[in-house]
């Protein structure tokens, strides 16, 4: 069993949707990282956290530390948002990342 | 703020041939820098953790004499692939941790490389 599961794996959602992609982690973190990866390779890191929610624009990232879950959501979602979203866990030691699978996102018309 | 640029963003070589990838964090300084790397549809893999002035930390089963990492500066590691094969075409990651800006758990992304070695 993978130390940081993601689910979805795939999602096709219509513009306009509201999505939901989930992050479950069986290890002890000092934070959590949601990344963007588009189709041209390069990664983006969306938010870091580590207690609480934090938003930006469409984009609203939780985490409950207790049930060690996170989640990311895209309010109004746009083809421009279709891109691989990656979980990354952070254990707090030499500040190595842990990555989740990945959810593969296609937005579309 | 908060860069990190990569070259060459791809590269095409020979079997056998040694590839020098490198990673640069542009405007901060980055004590340490590590190597990630990506097969088609999978997730990223670390490969070793790169910090400035001391030798690599190699993750398990990678191979610290074929893929070599140069951490010679704040602002520049360098991943060099050594006799190329096949086998490690790959996508090639790198980021950084300005850790004097914003503490251990901070990684700033690199473009990638895509190396294809025929």
């Known amino acids: 069993k993978n130390e940081v599961e993601q689910s979805p794996q795939n999602l096709t959602a219509q513009e306009g949707e509201f999505i939901t992609i989930n992050c479950s982690y069986s290890?002890?973190?000092?934070?959590l990282h949601w990344l963007q990866q588009h189709p041209g390779g390069g990664i983006v890191s969306l938010f870091m956290l580590s207690s609480g929610k934090k938003k930006h624009g469409r984009l609203i990232a939780t985490i409950n530390i207790q049930e060690k879950h996170s989640s990311l959501h895209i309010t109004a979602s746009h083809p421009r948002d279709s891109a691989v979203y990656i979980c990354a866990v952070s254990p707090g030691t030499a500040s190595k990342l842990t990555f989740g699978t990945g959810t593969r996102l296609q937005v579309t018309l | 703020g908060a860069v990190v640029s990569q070259h060459p963003s791809w590269v095409i070589c020979k079997s056998g041939t040694s590839v020098k990838i490198e990673c640069r964090s542009l405007?901060?300084?980055?004590?340490?820098m590590f190597w990630y790397r990506q097969f088609p549809k999978q997730s990223l893999m670390l490969m070793a953790t790169s910090n400035e002035g001391s030798k690599a930390t190699y993750e398990q089963g990678v191979e610290k004499d074929k893929f070599l990492i140069n951490h010679a500066s704040l602002t520049l590691s360098t991943l060099t692939v050594t006799s190329a094969h096949p086998e490690d075409s790959s996508f090639y990651i790198c980021s950084a941790n300005p850790a004097l800006l914003a503490g251990p758990d901070t990684q700033y992304f690199g473009p990638g490389t895509r190396l294809t070695v025929l």
């Open positions: 405007d901060f300084q980055a004590t340490t």
């Open positions: 290890v002890g973190i000092s934070a």
